[in-house]
DNA sequence: TGAATATATGAACAGCTGTTCATATATTAA
DNA sequence: TTAATATATGAACAGCTGTTCATATATTCA
C-alpha cells in the first residue's frame, strides 16, 4: 500500500465518495447485475419480454433441465426482476417493471453498438 | 426432461426464441453485466461518473489494494464500460458512455424503489 | 543515466455459481 | 383418494471470480 499521488485531493475526494450510493444499495445493485449476468436467466428475460410463461414453456424453449428454469426464476424472482401469479396448475412468470426492461435493452444496445 | 405441458405452442414458441438476440449477443450481454455485478466495480463506476479518475485516486477512495482496482479497471475497460486516456504519467480513466450511466442509475432505481 | 512514481500483470487461493440429479410439494382430474 | 401434471428445492460437484502478493513495465524528474 502507498501513498498519495500528486493528483488526489482528500477532501475532494471525500465528498464525491459521499454521493457514491451507501453499501447497502450497492450490494442488492450487484445481485442484480449478478443476476443478470447468466446466458439462461437473459434469454429467460427475453423471452418473458414478449409473453408472459409458464415453466414448462421456457424449459421447452431453453435447452435445460426443468430444474435449471425454476432454479434461474428463483433467482429472478427473489430481486423482483420477474413476478408470479398463478393460474390453475400453472405457474406464470413475467417481467416486474420498465427497470427491467430498460436494462437489458440498454445493455443489448451497448453490445451491438460494437458488433 | 419431461413433454409439453398444454400450454406449449411449439410454433409460437419458435417464433418468440427467434426474437431473443443471437448467442454472441447474449454471452457479450452476460460479461457486461458480470463486471457491474461486484461491489468494488460498482463504487468506480459511480466515482468515474461524478469526474475522470486515474488509478490512484480510485484506489485512495476505496479500501483496496492497487492491483484490486487496477484489475477491476481492466475488466470494465474490456468491456468498454470505461475508456482510458493517458495523462503524462497518470493514466486517466473514464465512463465509456450513455449507456453505462443509464445502466447503472436504472438499476439504481431498481433497488431503492424498494427500500 | 538512475531513482521514484504510476500502473499493469501473473499466480494462487478461497469463496461463490449454475447445472444436474433426486426428490418434495402443490394442483387438477379421475 | 389416487394418479398425473407442474413446479420447487436441496445436495453436490465442476468451473469461475476477486482479491492479494510479488513483480514487471512505463513515465517523469533529478
Not at 60 to 69: D, H, R
Request: aromatic letters at 4%.
Amino acid at each position: 500500500m502507498h501513498d498519495n499521488c500528486e493528483r488526489v485531493d482528500s477532501i475532494q475526494l471525500e465528498k464525491l465518495l459521499q454521493k457514491v450510493p451507501d453499501p447497502e444499495s450497492i450490494t442488492r445493485m450487484a445481485a442484480v447485475f449478478q443476476a443478470l449476468q447468466s446466458d439462461t436467466r437473459l434469454k429467460i428475460l427475453f423471452l418473458l419480454k414478449q409473453k408472459d410463461m409458464c415453466v414448462c414453456e421456457l424449459e421447452q424453449v431453453l435447452s435445460v433441465t426443468q430444474s435449471a428454469v425454476s432454479h434461474g426464476l428463483r433467482t429472478l424472482r427473489q430481486l423482483d426482476l420477474v413476478r408470479v401469479r398463478r393460474e390453475g396448475k400453472f405457474t406464470i412468470y413475467y417481467i416486474a417493471d420498465k427497470h427491467v426492461r430498460t436494462l437489458i435493452e440498454m445493455c443489448l444496445e451497448h453490445v451491438e453498438e460494437k458488433a
